[in-house]
Structures are given as structure tokens and as C-alpha cells.
């Protein structure tokens, strides 16, 4: 093999930098221990991207192994070989344009396929995760990223959309940690600061249209003024949805008119279902309202309440079913189903705000009301099923649940008034226990003064 | 022959209860400023038996498991016909019984009551006294809420540190390292197998003892020759009766507390979860439970509660003792001042103990101040009145009942 000069300057500097080197066996090509951190001093891609490296230039990308060691490959233990290819050793070596296993980075359009060169191989993956998705690179092409880069690259790489999100943008480039280390950029708590990164950015968002309406870049601050986000970042909900969850993740895109209430119903799959059996479905998708986001809202979805119900002010039912101004044929019937719903609803949680009251004051005078107090549960959670019920947009199904409840908060009044009943009863008993008690009382003490006086004996 | 003649002479023949009618119409009681203490007895006798009955009505639905126990009680409360009222009467019968069996303590102390002979008639009544504060405390833990768990989780652990026997005391307490179902099957056997028996021996023995050497007088009453000079009275039915209407008062009072304030059950014990704020044991434990949790983790070479217990432990001894030590004036006159720190420390530990929170230092006052206005006036047979003794008994009081006033007022207005 015939070495090219700079072949034999390279490895000339490196005899005298570390000749001991040599006298040891490489150890490339096997997979390190995973906390193998330090590279060896011949490791050919030191010495242009170690600054201070024996052939570093101001110019020379750098990479310094102290960012690398938490990065999830570098764990597992790959090396800079193993994603940019090229030869690690000096025997093998070749500068890199002439290198054809080298991995170019250098254009944006090519970042896919570098990392799907391992991620989108199921033989190579397998040695490190036997259940590894290897489908992250096509879900990506179809995302609108994906289809994004793909556009506007158009096979020129110098075309490329140097804005649009490719793996290094969510995952980071080197240091990239595993999506289970809760500093990862893509780590539940951080997905929505992840895309809000580019998302938020006024400027980057400018003029990008998504079915022909601007994108625009408030979604992240609508999101965490939601329901979901609060839960998230406030509470550290980690099952919270947050961008992914409704979007999808390398596959990102949003959610089709028609599909909305089926990305809601991943989480809520009850409220999903009965939504997709009603007639209501249809005709939002007819008139194309997003389904759930109609009524609760997009990325500000707020805590939902039972005012949202009904014909009141607040009633979001009322936005269509408004008799002088029906909205998308919203029917007066419609009307009147919401206004029955919101009162029956009204009435249970009116039962069982008065059966609390007698229980609380059953358990105030010291009676034994645990059993009804629990059995309270079961008629809030009747309420909590009406809620979900709600969402059949039928009064019959809900007024099932809420008969239940009716049927609790009966009976647990009916055992809280027994109970006060008893504590007034014990009372009486009381009141009339101490009075032949007081009677015999004063008997004796009359007896004992009609007794003869004890007889002094000493 | 009338038919109850025939059942009189029946009896008769067979039970010979003509001795007994013979030894009740000999017995006599003394008749001086302190006969009423002598109802303390007759009452602790009452309230005990309101124990045995109640006791024996609850073990009918009592089941003495750790999964069962407080299921069963809760049972007991609600859903047994007049449950409820037999489980507040027995725990506010014990709490009364203990109250009156401290002050019947305090009163035979004050009479002298354990001069000769009747030294064993005091031995006894103290061990009487251990074992209801025995009973107490076993009985604590078998309804098996939080609050007993961790209050017993607490208690046995003082024995734990008791040096060289502390940890195999404790294994035999606990019936294990944990309190556990083990732990309750042992408090229940103790509760309704052995403190009774051994009760009814020990009560056997110092109701005879009573018998045998008489009602005890005061000094004051006993002539040099130690011949009673009191006038007395036939016990019946003279002192019967009059101990009835004692009883009567206490069942009225019994059926009240229990009717107005049903003996709470709390929370079920869980045994992993933290210890629930403001655990506290009985009252009648809270001056130990107060002190101990006072000291300082270290006294010199020793653990602050080990000296703790070895202290309330040599109490016990000098108590038992009493009638042993007292040998003369000086020491009568240092046992005196001994049973006023205690009667004192007593006082001032419970209250702290009932009120431990910092924001309840008035209450605290208002307790102390109650129990010395009630305690106080047990001294006034002991004094003579126009004496110097009586006025400071009365400015005491009076000092007493002004804190109390005062302190309550500053509570209300607070």
C-alpha cells in the first residue's frame, strides 16, 4: 500500500507524540467499555479535532471528548468513526474528500440519512436494543419537516431550507443523551421548550403557511397557559400531552380536521369514542370544525368546567345553538338537550353537596358515618362519568350515570339523617335515663335521712 | 312457711349466708371529716364492674386482628344495637375509674392510711393501681387506630431503653421488633385473660384486708392507744346506701359523657405510613409521655430517657413503699413534701402534655389552674378552720381560681 505525504507526516507525529501507543493493540474495532471515556492518544480524528491536536487548525470543527461522554453512543460505545465512517486508524486513513466511507455532515439535506445510516438499520440496531424502532428516517420524510427539506432541497443541497428541523435540531449533535434522561432536549418536561425553539421564533416562522394558513408562533405560549402544560411544567405531570403527543414525533404534522378528536382520544380514548359515535362528528367534519378543539380549544385548551355546558354565557353549546343566530344548522333541540344535561347535572352535585352537609354534621356530633361518607365517592364519581358522558351529546346516556348518583346521595342522606336521628334519640335516652337515675337518687337520699341515727358506740 | 322463708332457709343451709349477713351487720365505717373519701373505693368498685360487663358485651363482636380489629369496633359503633353506648361506656368508665382510683390514692395518702396494719392493704392498692394502668394502656391499642398504634409504637418504646433488659422487654411487649398483629394478640390476651385475673386476686385480697383491719381513720381521730375515737356508722345500711347514691351519680355521669361525646374512633392504623401529628397515650400517662419527650437527648453519661424511665420507675418503688418509709416525723414531713412536688408535677405535665402546642400556652394554664382548684379542696378536712393552715388553703385557692378566671378570659377575648 502506497502512503500518501501526508499519510507519513501524520504518522511520523505521531511516533513522537506517544511512541508507547504503538505497543499496545488498538482499540477500535470492538466495542469499548461503556465508560471508556478517554480516546487513545493514536486516534486519528484527534489530531485535526482535539484542539490542541497535532494537526488542529483554528478552522478544524471541533470536538472535545469532555462534551461527548454523556452522549447515549458514546455510552454504548461508539466513536467518531462509527457515525462520520473514514478510517480511525492511520493505516487505514484517507483525507476525507477522498474517503468514500467518510460521512459527509456538512449539508443540512444529508442529516436523515447520517443518522438514519444507523437508526434505519435493523441488523445494526439490534446490537444494541433487540426492540429498537428503526423507522424514525421514513417517518421523518413524512413529516412536514421532512417534506419541507425534501422540497425545498429539490436535490440541490446549497437550495436547502437551512430552518427546517432535522434530527440534530430536536436531538441535538454531539452529547446527544437518551430520550429517557430527563435532560434531554426531547424528555417529556422539554419537548414543548424543543420545538418552541423554532416555533416561538417570530422571525424563522415568518411567512411559513401550513394549508394555506400562517403558521404563526404562539403555540408554545398557548400551550403553557393550557391544561396540559400546567400539568406538565407545574405539576410534573409526565403524562401531560405536549407537543409530540398530538403531532407525533420524527412523523411530526399536525392533526387533519377530520383526525383531531382521534389525537385527543389517544389520552382520551372514552370521551374520543363517544364523540365518534355521534351525529355531532359528522357534521363538524362537514362544515370542518377540528372536533374537540372546536369546543376546548387548540394548544390553549383550558381546564374544562361545567358552565362549558348548557345555554349560559359561558356555555360553549350555546356558541351554536343559539335560537336567534343558529350556528353551522345547529337545531333547537340541540339547545334543549344541553339546558337538560346542565341541570341534571346541577341537580346531583346540588344532592351531594347537601348530603355532605349532613354527614359533616352527622360526624361533627361524634356519629359513625364513615360508611355513607365513603359510599359519597361512588355518586361523585357518578358526576365525574356524567362529565365524560356529556360528550354522547344525548341526555340519556348521562341521566343513566347521574340516576346512580341520585340513588348514592339518597341513600347516604337518608343514612346521615338515621345517624342524626340516633345522635337526637340518644339524647332523649340520656334525658330520660338521668331521670329515674336522679329519682332513686333522691329516694335514697330521703331514706337515708329517715334512718335511725348510727348508734355512737365508742 | 311463706315460699321466700323456704328459699332463705334453702340457701341457708347450704351457702351458710348467715355469716355474712353476720359480718355485714358487725361492719362499721368511721364517722369523721373525711368519711366521703371513703366512697372513692365503693365508686372504683362500681365503675369496675361497669368494666367486666362492658368488657365482656364487647368481646362478643371484638375480633382481635390486625385486619379485623378495627373493622369489628367500627361494627360495634354502627351497626350493633346500642353498641355505641357500650363501647363509650367502657372507655369513658376506665378514664373515670383511673381518675377516681388516683384521687382514693391521694385521699388514703392524706388519711395516712397505711400505718400499721394496713400496709398490705396499701401494697395491694398500688398494684391495683399498676394493673388499670395496665389495662389502660393495653386496651389503648385494640380498637387498632393510628393514633393507638403509633401512641403504642411510642410506649413500648420506653421500655426499650431500659439499660441491659430494655431490648428483650421490649421483644416480650411487642412480640416482635415492629408493633405488630402479634403485638395486638398479646394486648389482648393481657387485656382480657391475665390483668383480670390477676385483678380479681389482688381486688380479693385488699377487699379482705379492708375487712379484716376495718376502715383506717386519721390521726387526729386515733386515740395514743390507737383506738378509734370517731363515732361510726353501721355499713348497712347506713354506709350502703349512701355509697349507692355515689353509684348512682357515677352511672348518670357515665350514660351522659357517653351519650354526648361517643368515644371517637379515629383513623385505621396503618403501619408504614408516617407517624399522624399530635400522638399522644392516655392522659393518665401524658405526665410521663411529657417528660420523657422534654429531656435532652444526653443527661451527663446517661440517655435522656433511659434516666427518664429509671426515674418514673423509682417513683413507683417509693410509692409502693410509703408505708415502709414513713418512720417518724422527719421522714413523714419529707414523704409529704415529696407527694406535693409529684401531686404538682403531676399537674403541670398533664397540662402541658393535653396543650403541647407552642399557641396553646393558655389553655395549658386554664388546665393546670382547673385540676389545683379541684385538687385543692381535698386538703380541707385537714385543716382546722380559723387556722393559719385554712387561710392559705383558702388564699391558694382563691389564687387558684383567679389564674383560671383570668387565663380564661384572656383565652376567650384572644
Known amino acids: 500500500m502506497i502512503s500518501t505525504p501526508q499519510q507519513i507526516i501524520v504518522r511520523c507525529l505521531l511516533l513522537a507524540i506517544s511512541w508507547s501507543a504503538w505497543a499496545s493493540p488498538p482499540s477500535w474495532g470492538q466495542i469499548p467499555a461503556a465508560n471508556a471515556t478517554v480516546l487513545p492518544d493514536d486516534y486519528s480524528c484527534s489530531l485535526c479535532h482535539r484542539k490542541g491536536g497535532a494537526l488542529w487548525t483554528e478552522l478544524t470543527p471541533v470536538a472535545e471528548e469532555k462534551d461527548l461522554v454523556d452522549d447515549v453512543h458514546w455510552q454504548k460505545g461508539l466513536r467518531c468513526h462509527d457515525c462520520h465512517g473514514g478510517g480511525a486508524t492511520l493505516d487505514t486513513f484517507k483525507n476525507h474528500r477522498d474517503d468514500p466511507d467518510f460521512r459527509s455532515l456538512r449539508a443540512r439535506a444529508n442529516v436523515p440519512a447520517f443518522c438514519g445510516h444507523c437508526h434505519s438499520n435493523i441488523d445494526y440496531m439490534r446490537r444494541y436494543n433487540p426492540s429498537a424502532r428503526t423507522d424514525q428516517e421514513s417517518e421523518y420524510w413524512t413529516s412536514g419537516h421532512g417534506r419541507r427539506l425534501k422540497a425545498s432541497s429539490g436535490g440541490d443541497n446549497s437550495q436547502v431550507d437551512q430552518a427546517v428541523a432535522t434530527c440534530i435540531d430536536c436531538h441535538g449533535g454531539h452529547g446527544i443523551l437518551a430520550t429517557s434522561n430527563a ?276 | 312457711m311463706s315460699r321466700s322463708s323456704r328459699i332463705r332457709i334453702f340457701l341457708q343451709e347450704r351457702l351458710g349466708l348467715d355469716v355474712l349477713r353476720g359480718l355485714a351487720g358487725k361492719k362499721k365505717v368511721p364517722v369523721h371529716s373525711c368519711t366521703h373519701f371513703y366512697y372513692l373505693g365503693g365508686m372504683a368498685l362500681f365503675l369496675f364492674l361497669v368494666q367486666i360487663v362492658t368488657g365482656i358485651l364487647l368481646c362478643l363482636y371484638y375480633k382481635p386482628s390486625p ?79 393510628q393514633l393507638a398504634f403509633f401512641a403504642t409504637r411510642v410506649g413500648t418504646a420506653m421500655v426499650g431503653v431500659m439499660p441491659v433488659i430494655g431490648d428483650d422487654l421490649l421483644l416480650l411487649a411487642r412480640g416482635g421488633e415492629n408493633v405488630t398483629g402479634d403485638t395486638l394478640a398479646r394486648f389482648y390476651a393481657l387485656h382480657v385473660v391475665v390483668f383480670p385475673m390477676l385483678t380479681f386476686a389482688l381486688l380479693g385480697l385488699h377487699l379482705f384486708l379492708v375487712q379484716r383491719h376495718g376502715m383506717s381513720v386519721p390521726d387526729r381521730n386515733e386515740g395514743t392507744s390507737g383506738v378509734t375515737q370517731s363515732p361510726s356508722m353501721p355499713f348497712v345500711p347506713h354506709f350502703l346506701l349512701r355509697d349507692m347514691v355515689g353509684w348512682y351519680l357515677a352511672l348518670g355521669l357515665l350514660a351522659a359523657l357517653a351519650a354526648l361525646f361517643p368515644w371517637e374512633l379515629g383513623e385505621k392504623a396503618e403501619p408504614f405510613a408516617s407517624a399522624p401529628e399530635g400522638i399522644k397515650p392516655e392522659w393518665y400517662f401524658l405526665f410521663m409521655f411529657q417528660t420523657l419527650k422534654l429531656l435532652p437527648a444526653r443527661i451527663g453519661l446517661f440517655e435522656g430517657e433511659a434516666l427518664g424511665v429509671l426515674f418514673f420507675g423509682l417513683g413507683g418503688l417509693v410509692l409502693l413503699l410509703v408505708p415502709f418509709l414513713d418512720r417518724g416525723r422527719i421522714s413523714r414531713a419529707a414523704l409529704n413534701l415529696l407527694a406535693t412536688l409529684a401531686v404538682t408535677f403531676f399537674i403541670v405535665m398533664t397540662a402541658w402534655g393535653w396543650f403541647s402546642a407552642k399557641e396553646e400556652a393558655t389553655l395549658r394554664v386554664i388546665l393546670g389552674a382547673v385540676l389545683v382548684v379541684l385538687v385543692l379542696p381535698l386538703l380541707l378536712p385537714f385543716t382546722k378552720p380559723k387556722t393559719g393552715p385554712r387561710q392559705a388553703l383558702y388564699w391558694s385557692w382563691s389564687l387558684a381560681m383567679f389564674v383560671l378566671l383570668v387565663s380564661t378570659w384572656w383565652e376567650l377575648l384572644g
Open chain 2, 67 to 145: 385486619d379485623q380489629a378495627f373493622e369489628s369496633v367500627r361494627a360495634i359503633m354502627s351497626e350493633v344495637d346500642f353498641g355505641w353506648l357500650i363501647r363509650s361506656a367502657h372507655s369513658w368508665s376506665a378514664n373515670l375509674l383511673i381518675g377516681v382510683l388516683l384521687l382514693h390514692l391521694l385521699t388514703t395518702y392524706m388519711m395516712r392510711a397505711y400505718r400499721r396494719p394496713r400496709e398490705m392493704t396499701w401494697v395491694t392498692g398500688i398494684l391495683l393501681l399498676g394493673l388499670f394502668l395496665a389495662f389502660g394502656f393495653s386496651g389503648y391499642l385494640l380498637p387498632w387506630n
Open chain 1, 183 to 458: 435532560k434531554s432536549r426531547v424528555y417529556p418536561m422539554h419537548v414543548a421548550q424543543t420545538c418552541g425553539h423554532c416555533h416561538s421564533d417570530p422571525k424563522r416562522m415568518a411567512g411559513r403557511m401550513y394549508n394555506e394558513r400562517p403558521l404563526g408562533h404562539d403555540q408554545f405560549d398557548q400551550w403553557r397557559e393550557g391544561v396540559h402544560g400546567r400539568a406538565l411544567i407545574e405539576k410534573g405531570d409526565l403524562s401531560a400531552a405536549t407537543c409530540n403527543d398530538c403531532h407525533g414525533n420524527h412523523g411530526a404534522m399536525p392533526p387533519g380536521v377530520d383526525s383531531v378528536a382521534n389525537a385527543c382520544g389517544t389520552c382520551h380514548g372514552k370521551v374520543s369514542k363517544l364523540f365518534a359515535e355521534t351525529r355531532m362528528k359528522h357534521k363538524f367534519e362537514q362544515v370542518g370544525l377540528p372536533g374537540c378543539a372546536t369546543c376546548h380549544g387548540t394548544h390553549r385548551t383550558v381546564q374544562p368546567t361545567d358552565e362549558m355546558l348548557g345555554m349560559g354565557e359561558s356555555a360553549v353549546c350555546a356558541r351554536c345553538h343559539n335560537r336567534q343566530n343558529p350556528q353551522y344548522g345547529a337545531t333547537v333541540a340541540g339547545a334543549e338537550a344541553a339546558r337538560t344535561m346542565r341541570e341534571r347535572l346541577e341537580q346531583l352535585k346540588n344532592e351531594i353537596a347537601a348530603a355532605e352537609k349532613k354527614v359533616a354534621a352527622a360526624e361533627r356530633l361524634g356519629m359513625e358515618v364513615r360508611g355513607p361518607r365513603f359510599d359519597l365517592r361512588q355518586a361523585i364519581d357518578a358526576v365525574t362519568n356524567a362529565r365524560t358522558l356529556v360528550h354522547s351529546f344525548k341526555p340519556g346516556p348521562m341521566d343513566k350515570s347521574l340516576n346512580e348518583g341520585f340513588q348514592v346521595t339518597s341513600e347516604v342522606i337518608r343514612l346521615a339523617d338515621a345517624a342524626l336521628a340516633e345522635h337526637a334519640y340518644r339524647r332523649v335516652w340520656l334525658a330520660a335515663s338521668l331521670v329515674p337515675i336522679l329519682v332513686v337518687v333522691c329516694v335514697l337520699l330521703l331514706y337515708i335521712r329517715a334512718l335511725p341515727a348510727a348508734p355512737t358506740d365508742e
